[in-house]
Antibody, heavy 121, light 111 residues
Framework: QLQLQESGPGLVKPSETLSLSCTVS??????????WGWIRQPPGKGLEWIGS???????YYNPSLKSRVTIFVDTSKNQFSLNLTSVTAADTAVYYC?????????????WGQGTLVTVSS | QSVLGQPPSASGTPGQRVTISCSGS????????VYWYQQLPGTAPKLLIY???QRPSGVPDRFSGSKSGTSASLAISGLRSEDEANYYC????????????FGGGTKLTVL
C-alpha cells in the first residue's frame, strides 16, 4: 500500500522560507505514470494546489504561487520536497503531499496525513 | 474566491438522496475531467470520483458523479451519518498557463 508522509518545521517566521519533504513508501517515486504534488488548506478553508513534479524533475506550478515555489525530487531517497519563499501569515495552512494522477488532471489518489505549518514571529 | 463554484452547505436525513453541484467554465469542467473528494473532519481528503463518474475501488456505489457542459454533480444516495463531511470538486483549468483548481467545498450535514 502506497504511503506518503510529510515532514518539516511546524513554525516558520514571516519572510523566511517554508521547507517540507514528502517521503513515499510502499512504491517507487520513479514511475512514468504519475506526478507528485503539494496541496495546502488554510485553517477552516478549502484546498489549493501548489504544484507537482515528475520523477525526471519536470515541474508545473500554480500560477498564483509560481514566483515563490520550488518543488524538487530526490529519487535516491524516494522523496520530493517543497520550498515556499517569503512566507506571510496567509501561508499558514495544513500542507499535504499526494500522488498526482498525471499532468492536466485533478486526480490525487494517495495523500499524506498533512502537516500544519504556522507562519508567525 | 474559488474557480469552481460549490454551495457552501447541503443537508439530508438518513436514507435520502442528496446532490452537490460544481459549476465551472469552458476552461475547466467544460473541457476536462471532474474529480470529487471527501474530507472527513481532521483527515486528509479522499478521492471519491475520478474522470467525471468513475469510482475508485472501495468507494460504495451510493456515490455517483456526472457532468454536463460546464457543470458537474455528486450524488449520494441512501445517506448515512458517516457521510457527514466536506466535499470538494476539482478539475484541470486550461486558462493562463494551466492549473489544478478546486471548488470551495460543500459541508454536508446528516440531520
Amino acid at each position: 500500500q502506497l504511503q506518503l508522509q510529510e515532514s518539516g518545521p511546524g513554525l516558520v517566521k514571516p519572510s523566511e522560507t517554508l521547507s517540507l519533504s514528502c517521503t513515499v513508501s510502499g512504491g517507487s517515486i520513479n514511475t512514468r505514470v504519475y506526478y507528485w504534488g503539494w496541496i495546502r488548506q488554510p485553517p477552516g478553508k478549502g484546498l489549493e494546489w501548489i504544484g507537482s513534479i515528475y520523477y525526471s524533475g519536470s515541474t508545473y506550478y500554480n500560477p498564483s504561487l509560481k514566483s515563490r515555489v520550488t518543488i524538487f525530487v530526490d529519487t535516491s531517497k524516494n522523496q520530493f520536497s517543497l520550498n515556499l519563499t517569503s512566507v506571510t501569515a496567509a501561508d499558514t495552512a495544513v500542507y499535504y503531499c499526494a500522488r498526482h494522477g498525471g499532468a492536466y488532471t485533478g486526480q490525487f489518489d494517495y495523500w499524506g496525513q498533512g502537516t500544519l505549518v504556522t507562519v508567525s514571529s | 474566491q474559488s474557480v469552481l463554484g460549490q454551495p457552501p452547505s447541503a443537508s439530508g436525513t438518513p436514507g435520502q438522496r442528496v446532490t452537490i453541484s460544481c459549476s465551472g467554465s469552458r476552461f475547466n469542467i467544460g473541457s476536462n475531467y471532474v474529480y470529487w473528494y471527501q474530507q472527513l473532519p481532521g483527515t486528509a481528503p479522499k478521492l471519491l470520483i475520478y474522470r467525471n463518474d468513475q469510482r475508485p475501488s472501495g468507494v460504495p456505489d451510493r456515490f455517483s458523479g456526472s457532468k454536463s457542459g460546464t457543470s458537474a454533480s455528486l450524488a449520494i444516495s441512501g445517506l448515512r451519518s458517516e457521510d457527514e463531511a466536506n466535499y470538494y470538486c476539482a478539475a484541470w483549468d486550461d486558462s493562463l498557463s494551466g492549473s489544478v483548481v478546486f471548488g470551495g467545498g460543500t459541508k454536508l450535514t446528516v440531520l
